[in-house]
């Protein structure tokens, strides 16, 4: 088993927005760092560059659009992504579904900057057509388990065991990673388990009272 | 007539990012504090942290959504701007329509936290709709000139003109703003004369090989 | 009190598609004319020309786009509607909402073939700004209470008074409906008594067992 | 080369409107029948019904929502688009394109009630994306090709025979239609040719003065 890779979303809750933001990116370094693994964080895009600068660990951003430089208003740009600080996005979160064809432009405006790509999706079929766009990982998480507290891998492990052999088929170039109710050290254990290399997760982690104890659960099962 | 409120939208001009975001509201800090007047600028989400931490200037978001702390990914949460030093933000500009409830909300958000709202709308109909909602401005900018280098003030006063009077019956408080094809004094001085209160420019300015120099020019004709 | 406007939304309710639709149509036209008020259908779109061609009841769209004869896929043209059929249509409904300068498109697309034009609102401000765009109706249904069982005249009459004191304010020839949780002959009383001049419903009536007997309770009152 | 399969999109041309739409879909049953060819027709929602009822040729609807029976208004709902008498739907046209997880709902309620799905894109990679999704059609269109006058087949050749060849091997069971600036014979036959399996043509039939003229060139040079 490989070294997962961890993100950690702080969506818009208040632990994770501003100065809380660098707490809990700090966090994720710490713990990252005495654990030999990878935790990234995806703060909110206005506090990119204020994590960025301050903590060293792999920001992501939540959001990408599908434009270039030009008359776009209210726009995530993926060149002013970038230079904020970030080495990837999420892309079609379920809290920010994209239209097929801006779900294409939104990677390839990603890579052409240099971001790391993770294409969110809500099934196996969706993750088999995300696939098939060629991104460097595709997230599947199902939606009702999203916030649950019942991890993906207890509820719905078909989902993600499906979801490997499909992308496998398509694109043998991009990685799995799942999320939803994900918040423990079994669940990222589990997650590895059915053949993801890793997982996307928020609440359990952003709204504890103690994130790093929370963060230093979720990798105590991985060596 | 008083003293106008200039806005400057970098929207995702290449010029206007990350280390040209700077640049360029130095530029406006720099003309604003020589002429008296107020420019302000509205860089993308990312630069807003950026721009507001190095340069003492009026920085606007480009957009903010009416979502609360919570379960929104990639969202423009209003405590996320003001935190990141934003004293405003642009809603539903041109380029990042919102459906009207969200309009509302975008505006209650930003209130919540103490941001000054600018709404922009496309034609005097929309102009009288947006005031009912009771931001602090409307910028009326008819899509079909914006970046056209023909100014609204030009092609379409009554637009300014009838703009100005159907939010004095609708709402006294709200005031005027206008846009598209604005870059020169004359732009603004008849946009004044008209009965708005300053302006919404973009290109003009930060297209512009020498944006000082197109800031000087846009003042010149006001004392 | 004058004769009031109901118009039942069928939604895409199983028992309101297609010949279902016919069906539930002539109950609204029977019982419309036993007791002399006026009762309107807004089935789906689909379903217009089948209704209109077979049921003598005012039938309204569910939709309309702000669109105009030329290069648009899927979109409710508003010519298009009014051949099939209709007289009028809801836009902006809490379940297919538009934006600001789209329900503007709408309303005009919609006056320029003759067709009255309803916009939904879920609260006092929007109701205000919709007022502003000079629809025929503003139909104020605060969303959570859709679908729940609970009149809006019950739970929030201070949504309906509110709406009808600043419609009166902005433009008095818009006329205030209600809706949200309408369903009996007190609900629809009671939204009169509070100033609206009608209102909206849909599965208190379309998923009645007996769609004739509900119309006939819902109407019982007034006279 | 077997039979191919021609769909004539009315998007909301005025010519392809109501009583137009019957005389058209007329034009495509005769043309259809007398060359031994299935040219079937795309009306407007609303038209679907009358078209359906009064012409035999296959109808298809322009859009369908993935939604089910209940709280949609304003939707297309797959049940009610088969009941009006469509055989199939066109899904995500780049003029109503819609988000992943919605093109895959969409193609779920259109199977459920039997109805044959053609989901469009705008080049390969999302081809691909769609064909994962399972439908029994992709049709690829440049956008910028839309309505131009110059036909895919010419312009850009091989995003046809990369989207048949990418098909193949993501889902052998998918067939290729394509479409763009298609209207004349020579545009079908080099069509086939690249490897689809028949086009989507819309405004070199609908907004000819002689629609039968040009439906009879369309199909002159296959047997």
């Known amino acids: 088993m490989s070294s997962p890779l961890i993100v950690v ?5 208040l632990q994770g927005t501003g100065e809380g933001a660098v707490e809990i990116a700090r966090a994720c370094r710490d713990v990252g760092a005495s654990s030999g693994l990878t935790i990234g964080v995806a703060p909110q895009l206005c506090d990119i560059y204020r994590v960025a600068s301050q903590v060293d660990v792999p920001v992501y951003s939540q959001h ?11 726009h995530a740009f993926a060149r002013c992504v970038r230079d904020a600080g970030a080495c990837g996005t999420l ?13 294409d432009a939104s990677i390839q405006a990603s890579k052409d900057v240099g971001l790391s790509t993770i294409v969110c999706t809500n099934n196996v079929a969706t993750t088999a057509a995300a696939a098939a766009l060629g991104p460097d990982y595709v997230a599947v998480e199902p939606p009702e388990l999203i916030g649950s507290g019942i991890p993906v891998s207890k509820a719905d492990p078909e989902v993600v065991t499906d979801s490997v052999a499909v992308v496998e088929r398509i694109d043998p170039g991009v990685k799995v990673l799942c999320g939803a109710g994900i918040s423990k050290g079994e669940d990222l254990k589990a997650a590895m388990e059915l053949g993801s290399v890793g997982v996307l997760l928020a609440s359990g982690i952003v709204k504890s009272k103690d994130p790093t ?11």
Chains 1, 2, 3, 4 share one sequence.
């Open 9 to 13: 979303n702080f969506k818009t809750y």
């Open 64 to 74: 990408v659009d599908g434009v270039g430089a030009g008359s776009f208003t209210g």
């Open 91 to 103: 892309i079609n979160h379920s809290e920010r579904r994209l239209r097929l064809a801006d779900i």
């Open 213 to 223: 104890a929370a963060l230093r659960d979720l990798v105590s099962l991985i060596r």
